[in-house]
Structures are given as structure tokens and as C-alpha cells.
């Protein structure tokens, strides 16, 4: 109903949303697991924070964001997203870590970078931004065949990859209309300017006040590396403000105008601003040094670290090293990883061309399981792994 207001302007579409449906008062909680018919879906509670947040966009109303609001600290702070970016266990909200078996419907999936890229939009904060490329790298195009065919519902973060036996509604429609809608979450129009979300390869032209035109061009290998050129044409000189996400992970940012370095220091989970008259040809350098990491995880996931590279989360997969083919991701906990030895390793360029792999070093396990002493492991990103293979 409020698309179909969007197209025609009528003010009874509007009226509909707020009036029969009673739009401005929902205000659904967190409901841990099954309860009572649709009562904790995921992906049904995200659908309904979107649609607020739409109407939000058209009318402000600090009640609008509760719901939202909700959700994304369940999300973060409350242990809701495994670190893939992925939530829900099938189909309803969980909060215990489990990457096995039922996670992250690839509709919840999709509707959570709807709600990440309107609660941009309404509260303006970076971290959305973090979050939407999180999710999108690591559990949206997971969902999808190496080969790019075939679609999976669950996309857990353990276990054998399985994909729906055709092309049906749920998750493969809304997989496909996402992927389409995902160039219109790199740029952003503030009102002192534009927003640069997403780091990749991409054209735009955005109409700025006083009938000015700017078309900007973004030249990267992002995520391959951090390194990120940004070129300006307005169609006449015009001060705007340029921001640029600066994700949370990144240390030692560095980003120059022209060729000449900006001074004062640039701050991860923050934007960077850059208010200054620009002119056709203006050329920003944004540089997010990328290193090897491990985030600890919690609760299902103690003991356990994630190998990560800027928004990317590597995985392991068994079936490439014999003595590991049969042992679950339990099993896999023993291992130990040495982390002075993660480094760049050949051949990550399985699905993406310039794609990383990693390789790390790993010895026996602190309880005394010794099946993988002297191991020399290869990660590789979500969407390489080949099929019908962990
Ligand atoms: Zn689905």
C-alpha cells in the first residue's frame, strides 16, 4: 500500500496503512523461539519494522523507530546476529549462537538489510552501515550456488549447503529482488551532501540544490583491499559535504584530496567529512588498511574464534584436508589456531576475481585431542566454498 502511494500520490493508500492497519502502533517484542502460530518470525517482524520505517520517511514520528530500534539492539547487543551477520533459528528469533542447521533464512536476511538501510536513513549512524555490508557479503550471497543457480533457504554457518530443488517463492524472490535493489544502498543524499555506504566499483548522478548535477564515479577492488578512488564531477563548483563510511574495524585510515593528505585523524565507526567547495575532476583517496583478525565468540560459540578480513568472515571448509573430513563443527572447536600465523594464502579467487583466501597455522587442541597437530589450514569467503562441501 505504500508503494502503490509512492506511484500514484494518493492520499488513500496513506490513510489505509495508517487507519485499517494501524501502521503507527505496532510495536512488536523479541519472542525467543516458537510461540503461538507467527508469533516470533523473524522475518515478519522485520517486514513490519520496514514498513514503519517507510512511513517514517514520509511522515517523522519518534514512535516509528521502537520497533526497530528493538530489534537491532537484540540484534547487536542482546547476541540476536552470529558473527556471519546471520539471525534466527528456523525462521524465529534466537539468541544462543547456534551457526548450525536452521539459521538465517535467506528472507529474514533479506528484510534485516532493509531495516539496516532505512535505519540508516533515519538515524544516520555508520554502524548501519557496518552491519548492512556484514550482512549482504556474509550471509546474503551465501545463500547463493557458487555457480549462482540455485538459492538455499537456511544458510548456516556449519554443516552440508543445501538449496531449494527449484525456483519457488519465499527466499528466492526475495533473494533475486534484493540483489536488484542493492546498488541504491552505495550512495546516499544528506542534506549537506552525499553519503558514500558502500565501498565498489559504481557510477551515480545525484541532483544536488540549485540544480547542480554530481556525477561521481567509485573505482575499488574493495573487499579485496581497502583502497578506494572516488572521482567528482559536479556540473559547477558547489560546497557540499562528502562523507565517507569509515567502518569499525579499520585502524590507520588514511584519505587525501587531490593528492593532498587530510590532516586530523580519522575515527573507525565514525564518517569521514570533507566540506569543501568541489569542481569536475576532484579525486578523494580513501585507504582502510586491511589486516588478518579474530573476534572471540559467545555463548554456542564459546571457545571459538571467527577469522576475519575487513567486512569478510573466512570459513573452513573440512572436506579440503583428509584428516578433518568427518568431524562437526564441535570437533573443529579443538583446534587451535595460531594467530601470529594468519597470513594471505593463493587461489581465494574461486568465485570473485582478486578474492583472498587465508592460511593459518593450527596445532592440538587444549584438551588433549591431538587429531590436528601440525595442520596448515586454508579459509576461504563464504561464497568460494565448492558444493557439497562443508
Ligand atoms: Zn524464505
Not at 164 to 181: A, G, K, V
Request: overall charge positive; charged content about 20%; aromatic content about 8%.
Amino acid at each position: 500500500m505504500l508503494a502503490i502511494y509512492h506511484q500514484t500520490g494518493q492520499p488513500r493508500f496513506l490513510t489505509f496503512c495508517i487507519r485499517e492497519r494501524s501502521l503507527r502502533s505496532w510495536n512488536l517484542g523479541i519472542v525467543i523461539g516458537r510461540r503461538e502460530l507467527m508469533g516470533g518470525d523473524a522475518s515478519a517482524y522485520l517486514s513490519k519494522c520496514v514498513a514503519q520505517l517507510e512511513l517514517h520517511g514520509l511522515e517523522p514520528q519518534k514512535g516509528l523507530l521502537s520497533q526497530s530500534r528493538r530489534v537491532c539492539r537484540f540484534l547487536t547487543a542482546g547476541d540476536g546476529m552470529c558473527i556471519s551477520g546471520a539471525a534466527g533459528q528456523q525462521e524465529v528469533w534466537t539468541n544462543d549462537q547456534d551457526g548450525r542447521g536452521g539459521l538465517d533464512e535467506t528472507c529474514a536476511t533479506v528484510y534485516q538489510t532493509r531495516l539496516f538501510d532505512r535505519m540508516l536513513q533515519a538515524e544516520g549512524g555508520p554502524v548501519y552501515g557496518d552491519l548492512l555490508e556484514r550482512t549482504i557479503y556474509n550471509a546474503l550471497f551465501a545463500a547463493q550456488s557458487p555457480d549462482g543457480r540455485r538459492l538455499r533457504y537456511y544458510v548456516p554457518m556449519e554443516g552440508n549447503r543445501e538449496y531449494f530443488s527449484r525456483d519457488t517463492y519465499c527466499c528466492p524472490c526475495n533473494y533475486r529482488r534484493r540483489i536488484s535493489e542493492l546498488p541504491a544502498m552505495i550512495y546516499y543524499q544528506s542534506k549537506t551532501g552525499l553519503v558514500v555506504n558502500l565501498y565498489t566499483p559504481s557510477e551515480a548522478t545525484i541532483n544536488l540544490a540549485g540544480d547542480v548535477s554530481l556525477a561521481v564515479r567509485q573505482d575499488t577492488d574493495y573487499p579485496s583491499s581497502g583502497h578506494v578512488v572516488l572521482r567528482l564531477d559536479p556540473s559547477r563548483p558547489v560546497q557540499f559535504s562528502l562523507q565517507l563510511r569509515i567502518p569499525r574495524w579499520s585502524r590507520n585510515v588514511a584519505a587525501s584530496v587531490n593528492g593532498q593528505p587530510l590532516r586530523g585523524s580519522i575515527v573507525p565507526g565514525m564518517f569521514l567529512t570533507i566540506q569543501r567547495e568541489w569542481k569536475a575532476g576532484d579525486q578523494v583517496t580513501l585507504d582502510m588498511p586491511m589486516s588478518w583478525r579474530l573476534v572471540l565468540g559467545r555463548k554456542r560459540q564459546s571457545g571459538r574464534a571467527a577469522v576475519m578480513r575487513g567486512p569478510l568472515v573466512f570459513c573452513l571448509n573440512p572436506a579440503q584436508e583428509e584428516s578433518l573430513r568427518n568431524r562437526d563443527g564441535a570437533d573443529l572447536g579443538y583446534i587451535v589456531l595460531d594467530p601470529t600465523s594468519l597470513a594471505d594464502s593463493p587461489g581465494g579467487e574461486v568465485v570473485r576475481p582478486g578474492g583472498k583466501a587465508c592460511r593459518v597455522k593450527a596445532g592440538r587442541g587444549g584438551t588433549g585431542v591431538e587429531f590436528c597437530s601440525g595442520l596448515t589450514l586454508r579459509l576461504t569467503t563464504p561464497g568460494s566454498l565448492p558444493e557439497k562441501h562443508r
